[in-house]
């Protein structure tokens, strides 16, 4: 068996590995994904151009793959050797709380569109959301997600739980440099348009 540090991550279990894809696949999937939709409608086409059924499938293929990759991480993480030393019972649950809250009431806030890219449909929101949790951090989501896989890590007391919380931290601090301009963006566009409209009022 191929173990690193004394036997604390053993990297010949195949679901280390199927569960560190997953983890990257997600992000990925979903932007590339959203990217075509905004420039090539492929989805709203195909559901008889109806942008909002468009937004709705991929909010239930993102939610699908989203407990897909839950499920093999918690696999992985019974594949691997416990730490008693790490194994911390009430930091995982405070972290498990904390980070489930930040998800769901940032599910609250923006609901179904707001949450699963409804902007590259061209479903806007009127206004930036300020309330809480987009009030502690701009993307709750992610990082509440983030402190829910520690605390999973830490419940089950597995190394190989914080390296992949490693990971998982690193590809949305990557999606969120490749998202966050790009969604501006259609916000700037929205406006730009707006304003060019009350100029042309103006002329009339």
């Not at 293929?61 to 416990?82: C, K, N, V, W």
């Not at 930040?102 to 590259?120: C, E, H, K, Q």
């Amino acid at each position: 068996m191929s173990r690193l540090a004394g036997g604390l991550i053993d990297f010949s279990q195949p679901s280390l590995y199927l569960s560190a894809l997953a983890i990257a696949f997600n992000p990925a999937f979903w932007n590339i994904v959203a990217r075509n939709e905004y420039h090539n409608k492929t989805l709203t086409r195909f559901l008889n151009g109806n942008r909002l059924y468009g937004c709705y499938a991929l909010a239930v293929t993102i939610f699908s793959l989203g407990l897909i990759r839950d499920a093999l991480y918690e696999r992985m993480l019974r594949h691997q050797t416990p730490l008693p030393t790490l194994h911390h019972p009430y930091v995982a649950y405070a972290l498990l709380t904390l980070g489930n809250t930040l998800v769901l009431t940032s599910y609250y806030r923006l609901g179904i569109t707001g949450t699963f890219l409804g902007d590259y449909f061209g479903i806007l929101m009127d206004a930036p959301v300020t309330g809480f949790p987009f009030s502690v951090t701009a993307a709750p989501m992610y990082w509440g997600s983030t402190m829910s896989f520690l605390g999973t890590a830490l419940l089950y007391g597995r190394v190989a739980g914080v390296l992949l919380t490693v990971e998982v931290a690193c590809v949305y601090a990557v999606a969120l440099k490749w998202e966050d301009p790009f969604t501006a963006e259609i916000y700037e566009k929205r406006e730009r348009e707006r304003g060019e409209k009350e100029e042309e009022k103006k002329e009339l």
